[in-house]
């Protein structure tokens, strides 16, 4: 059996706390970060105001839940943020380690955003149908503009961002991974019908989801992964790039993270983006996210970074001024 580090334990235990989502009962990993996993339950907001909605989808003999954010006022035609949870956490899970920063971004455009659950707490490739259902059921009740439809993902949810990434594209336009990379039979396997943007958040010391590859979770029982750089090879393989600029993270309001290294493909098909943050000493973590003082031992891995809203920009929804009518 290969040797675990003292973190990685600490990781492992510290993912076992139950904790109560609005849709069902789930074990958490956001306690990897120190957040507690503390939710109220899906409730609307009433007339004019935003809506959190718990929703159910059958998919042949499964039957899945989601999360549903619906601002008050929803754009004529509004984007749509498809959020995806990391293994043994759910919808709420990854709302609130996103410190529910998607949601108020929301409110300012108009858009949609939706965190759904899996149905094993762990994603797998048969759940692509139930998100490809998922979406098309809030098309016909919403005015979804399809060319704003798009995917991020903690962890193992981003490990189904560039799953859909390689098999999705004709739906999904652009996709962020945060914490993730691809194995060697997808990165074989990763022919999309159309190049879409693609950036992956990565923290060189995640003890979980190797950086530079190899195995995956605790005793390396989550298989095996090509590394970060491979990955964002691979796409810009896909993306028909041509090379490679690097650079230190843009500055922000809390200063020049010293920490994060930004890679961008150049030479790309039709403009398309592909990115890499690097995360010096970063861990498995939302960076952005809010540390528990419990969990000392994870701090300090690009507090600057807001994954959140990097992901936003990424995506060109801090762009957008669209006019809102009521939901």
Known sequence: MRPVSALALLLAASSLAPAVSGCYTALTVGSIQGVPHLTVPCTDGGPGLPQRRCETLTVGETTYTYRLYVPAAVAAAAPL???LHGAYQDAAGIE??????????ADQIGAL???PNSARRMWHVDDVGFLRAMVETLRQRYPIDSERIFVTGFSAGGWMT???ACQSSDLFRGFVAVAANIGEQLAHNCHPPFAR????IHGTADPFVPYSGGAKGLFGLGGRSIGAEATF???RTVAGCSGVESEPAQ????GNPPNVLVHRATGCQEGINVVLYEIKGGVHVWPGATLDSRSPMLRGSAPELDATQEAWHFLGLDTIRA???PG
Request: aromatic residues 12%; hydrophobic residues 55%.
């Open 81 to 83: 943020l498809v959020v």
């Open 251 to 254: 500055q922000s309001a809390q």
């Open 233 to 235: 090879a691979t796409f």
């Open 197 to 200: 943007p693609v950036a992956m």
């Open 162 to 164: 560039l799953f859909l």
């Open 96 to 105: 609130d380690m996103a410190g529910k920063g998607f949601d108020r971004r």
């Open 323 to 325: 006019q809102a009518t």
């Open 113 to 115: 955003v939706v965190y």
